[in-house]
């Protein structure tokens, strides 16, 4: 069996050679290579070269033996460390795993523990969206409460009068003007929709006033009226003439929201 110094040094093979071999044995291989030399082919002697050394990264200031036993001492110290350390690691993975496993039981109640946070986080959303609706609601009332209410068809006598209607009422609050003439049969059908509007749109201010009072041509006191003029903060946002050819002379009231909520003047209801 090959020794330490073997392994490092190169291990003695069947074409090993040495020169530190007795001197005495040469004789006997002289005389034995002459009786063979007529029937064995003629060996080249040629310095043979010991077999590679294995690898070692390690460094050691002295090559001889003792060099050379120091590096292996260091070498198993270093192997014994790395089994340690290995050790630690091995243990404080197994008390993880020990620690993250739970028993039937423990699972159980863990789930029981979940659920209950969970209704008791429904439950919290629960109230406070009905807290949250209840103050929207407030709040909406307010506001409502705040807007003027009308609730039926006014009569505007004069220019005065319409200008007051627009210019000195609630920025928030829509005015819608029919400008009407007297010999209009859409004129009056006009009139009575507006009525029912006006008490279905309570916020919204419904208001007529003659064409001849405005100061119209005679010209759109006949082909442009039915007409319907719409403001909010004194600002006109809404122009219809000739509401006859739209509408025609008979409509009802139904007829008329669909066209003002077609074109935004309206609210959906």
């Not at 929207?136 to 506001?143: D, N």
């Amino acid at each position: 069996m090959a020794t330490l110094d073997d392994k490092i040094l190169g291990e003695k093979l069947h074409n090993y050679c040495s020169s530190s071999e007795d001197e005495g044995g040469s004789d006997y291989e002289d005389s034995r290579s002459g009786d063979e030399e007529g029937n064995m082919p003629s060996v080249s002697k040629e310095k043979c070269e010991p077999p590679p050394i294995n690898n070692w990264s390690g460094s050691a200031t002295n090559t001889g033996p003792k060099g050379v036993l120091e590096d292996w001492r260091r070498y198993k110290q270093l192997e014994a460390e790395n089994r340690v350390e290995l050790e630690k690691e091995r243990v404080a993975l197994a008390k993880k795993l020990t620690l993250s496993v739970k028993t039937e039981r423990e699972e159980a109640e863990a789930k029981k523990i979940n659920e209950l946070e969970d209704e008791l986080s429904e439950l919290i959303d629960e109230e406070f969206l009905m807290k949250y609706q209840k103050q929207r609601m407030q709040e909406l009332m307010s506001q409502l409460q705040k807007v003027p209410k009308f609730g039926k068809l006014i009569t505007l006598n004069s220019q005065e009068e319409f200008l007051n209607s627009i210019d000195n009422e609630d920025p928030k609050v829509t005015v819608i003007v029919h400008i009407y003439g007297t010999k209009s049969v859409a004129c009056k059908t006009m009139d009575g929709c507006l009525q029912v509007l006006a008490e279905e749109y309570p916020t919204i201010k419904f208001c007529r006033i003659g064409a001849d009072v405005t100061g119209m041509s005679r010209h759109f006191r006949v082909e442009g009226v039915p007409a319907l003029l719409v403001y909010k903060g004194g600002q006109i946002i809404g122009n219809f003439v000739q509401l006859a050819t739209e509408l025609g002379d008979d409509f009802f009231a139904n007829d008329l929201e669909r066209f003002l909520i077609e074109y935004g003047m309206l609210p959906e209801k």
